[in-house]
């Protein structure tokens, strides 16, 4: 059926059933598309008149038809229908757009894709939100619909019989359906690049699933309908949800399984249909598709572990390395060679020992400051090791491979080959006097490191070495501020402050020391608030509890503070103090604290 007439709802549905194919994306409406839709309908009641909604495209099957268009205002408006159904008592408006059929034959009007179906099922039809929870962005999307919809119903509830009249035959779309199994492919190319923006994840499934229908190879369309469930699952697992993080994590993978090319990566759509054009493939290249999803499928779980504290199974010792490196502050560089070690070493010794030097190596490289000039510095080489080692660690190790050109010994195995060219990469982007030099603050430099996105992830590894007999959560710098556990919370706490005492007339020195590393510390948020502009003795005593107006402070850091203090005020005379005495007195706090630090920084950041 073809036409160019405005058609209400009840005339598109007469007779008819509606399936969103597993091809297509998921429910993406938010709060801001539903609510439109709802001051819509709301605008048109008492509209003698069809008024234009939308456009409708579907593919006709034996039985039913499959949307190609339109899905998620045809999804909006059932849930807004069984919302209604369930305050107006209408025999005829359930059969036509909930169930109908025989007796003992009857069926569902509308199905959802396979992602969402069971979901759809339980929470729109059966009104029963407790039995499933939703574990991807697209459920969560159904439940907050149907919550928002309910709300407005419960606003209008007087007139919830003139609400279904105008949503049943006054919303007019135009509805299409096209023969042709080419024209539909060409047509959902199109859609794929207008509307809410599809992520490169979606637009992949969508393609794949389309020519594996057309090429009829189900075992490719299986794998993907089996499979990409698990893959939403664990993205929501890692609270990665936007196109932008979707696209990310399949450039990541894309990387560590195809090409290494980084301008390539922002474009995996286009790269697979290049790769991979319908009609001109051959048996190896589907094999090698079906082996892309199962490794898609392994690298979302190894990414929820690495995002999500709670998702760790790898081992105490693997979860712990895990732990720091998902709170260091930027990981996008490290990101492929994470995949392709945790999806392919299983010796959890070996494992270990690569994320060690992985997580040194994204310190060094990407978090000190002024190391590298841009953020994308060096990857193209990272991102070679991580498609190397995939590629080749289940390969024979070549006896060549294992000597350099002098004929000297290497390696005998990937493992120490992978090892030792991260060590390569460390020394040659972050030599050890840059490591050093990256510490300090030189007078003329501008750098605060109050503003060093790394800084709390330094001064936790700090409290770890000084509290060893003390198991420190670093992941405890991911929690935000207003947590409800807020001693769990730390914040950094200036030694000396911007309003702390100074006799001196020229400011500019004081201002250097006080965005010095050493003039930071680690300090629970509560104790912080309490501290703030106190001279360096009160705060002293206001970490330690004295006035036990609160809880002592746990951290060692305050410790090591007093101790530095106490040295450095012997060594001035309070009475003979001269207009410099707190310039002084902090630069040789500053100056003992960063001594230690970098002590402890060369130790805890080497490659040994």
């Not at 606003?155 to 007019?172: D, F, K, N």
């Not at 105490?316 to 260091?328: A, M, P, W």
């Not at 060679?337 to 070996?350: G, H």
């Not at 491979?401 to 990469?425: A, Q, T």
């Amino acid at each position: 059926m073809a036409t160019d007439q405005l058609q209400s709802l009840s005339q598109i549905f007469k007779g008819s059933y509606f399936q969103i194919p597993d091809y297509q994306r998921g429910y993406a409406w938010e709060e801001k598309q539903v609510q439109a839709l709802l001051d819509d309908i709301k605008y048109l009641m008492g509209s003698q008149y069809i008024h234009y909604t939308g456009t409708i495209v579907a593919k006709k099957n034996e039985s039913f038809y499959e949307i190609v268009d339109g899905q998620q205002r045809l999804t909006t408006l059932i849930i807004i229908i069984h919302g209604l159904l369930k305050k107006v008592n209408n025999k005829e408006y359930e059969e036509l757009f909930v169930k109908r059929g025989e007796t003992g034959n009857q069926r569902f009007v509308f199905q959802a894709n396979r992602d969402t179906k069971d979901f759809f099922h339980k929470v729109i039809i059966e009104d029963d939100e407790k039995t499933l929870s939703p574990d991807i962005s697209s459920k969560k999307n159904i439940l907050n619909a149907k919550k928002l919809i309910q709300t407005w119903i419960k606003m209008y509830e007087a007139e919830c019989s003139e609400i279904l009249t105008t949503i049943v035959s006054r919303l007019g779309f135009l509805f299409y359906s096209p023969n042709d199994d080419n024209e539909i492919g060409i047509m959902f190319e199109v859609i794929n690049d207008r509307g809410k923006p599809l992520s490169q994840l979606e637009k992949i499934k969508n393609y794949l699933l389309y020519f594996s229908i057309k090429m009829n190879k189900s075992n490719l369309k299986d794998k993907i309908i089996s499979n990409w469930p698990e893959i939403l699952k664990n993205l929501s697992i890692a609270n990665k949800e936007s196109v932008e993080d979707e696209d990310s994590f399949l450039r990541f993978c894309w990387i560590v399984y195809f090409d290494t090319n980084k301008s390539k990566s922002y474009y995996v759509h286009e790269g697979i249909k290049a790769q991979y054009p319908i009609d001109d493939i051959d048996d190896a290249s589907y094999i090698k598709l079906e082996q892309f999803i199962d490794f898609m499928v392994y690298a979302s779980k190894v990414y929820a572990q690495f995002f999500n504290k709670n998702n760790l199974t790898s081992g105490k010792e693997v979860d712990t390395i895990l732990s720091k490196l998902r709170s260091q502050n930027t990981y996008a560089s490290i990101m492929p060679l994470y995949l392709a070690i945790m999806t392919k070493e299983t010796d959890d010794s070996k494992r270990k020992k690569l994320l060690d030097m992985l997580e040194i190596l994204n310190f060094r490289v990407y978090i000190l400051p002024d190391i590298t000039k841009r953020t994308d510095t060096g990857q193209g080489e990272l991102f070679g090791l991580a498609n190397g080692y995939f590629e080749d660690y289940d390969k024979k190790w070549e006896d060549e491979w294992s000597y350099d050109e002098d004929g000297n010994f290497l390696y005998d195995n990937i493992h120490d080959w992978l090892l030792d060219r991260m060590k390569k990469f460390i020394f040659e982007m972050c030599p050890e006097k840059d490591f050093v030099e990256a510490l300090k603050l030189d007078e003329d430099e501008q750098i605060d490191y109050y503003r060093w996105g790394g800084l709390r992830y330094f001064l936790m590894n700090y409290e770890e070495f000084l509290n060893q007999k003390k198991t420190i959560d670093i992941d405890n710098i991911l929690l935000s501020r207003d947590a409800k556990k807020v001693n769990d919370y730390y914040s950094v706490e200036h030694i000396w402050a911007t309003n702390n005492n100074s006799e001196r007339n020229n400011r500019s020195k004081d201002k250097w020391q006080k965005r010095r590393l050493g003039n930071f510390v680690l300090l629970e948020m509560g104790i912080n608030i309490q501290a703030q502009d106190d001279d360096l003795s009160k705060k002293i005593d206001i970490y330690k509890g004295v006035n036990n107006s609160q809880d002592a402070s746990q951290l060692k850091q305050i410790q090591e503070i007093e101790n530095i203090f106490i040295t450095c005020s012997k060594d001035f005379d309070a009475r003979r103090r001269g207009k410099d005495y707190y310039f002084d007195l902090h630069q040789s706090i500053f100056d003992k604290r960063e001594e230690k630090m970098i002590k402890f920084a060369k130790m805890r950041w080497n490659p040994k």
